[in-house]
């Protein structure tokens, strides 16, 4: 299983953007989806999670401006990102919880995809 996060670039403060996490594999099932962001010098913290039933979780400091959704079919998720902030500024990651039936074995992990860097100007 790969995860492959896009979507990041440089925005003005107030602006949006949307991230968008595709999960790959040959015979897979995805369960929980997140995403976390690490700002220079800071620790890596989870911004935003989602069951495969869609129910979601936020960090204090994105409530209200960022949203995170999925498509199952598509094994995708995405997180949209509103009136963003310079101190939004971060490499942002995607994670998720993972079963994998492709092998001789069924395989459960949790698989990081690469940041998509989100710089936002003040």
């Known amino acids: 299983v790969q995860l492959q996060a896009s979507g990041g670039g440089l925005v003005q403060a107030g602006g949006s953007l949307r991230l968008s996490c595709a999960a790959s594999?040959?015979?897979?099932?995805?369960?929980?989806m997140r995403w976390y962001r690490q700002a220079l010098g800071k620790e890596r913290e989870l911004v935003a999670s989602i069951t495969s039933g869609g129910s979601t979780n936020y960090a204090d400091s994105v409530k209200g401006r960022f949203t995170i959704s999925r498509d199952n079919a598509k094994k995708m998720a995405y997180l949209q990102m509103n009136t963003l902030r310079p101190e939004d500024t971060a490499v942002y990651y995607c994670?998720?919880?993972?079963?994998?039936?492709?092998?001789?074995?069924?395989?459960?992990?949790?698989?990081w995809g690469q940041g998509t860097l989100v710089t936002v100007s003040s």
């Open positions: 994670n998720a919880d993972y079963v994998d039936f492709g092998g001789p074995e069924v395989v459960a992990g949790r698989k």
């Open positions: 594999g040959s015979s897979f099932r995805i369960d929980d």
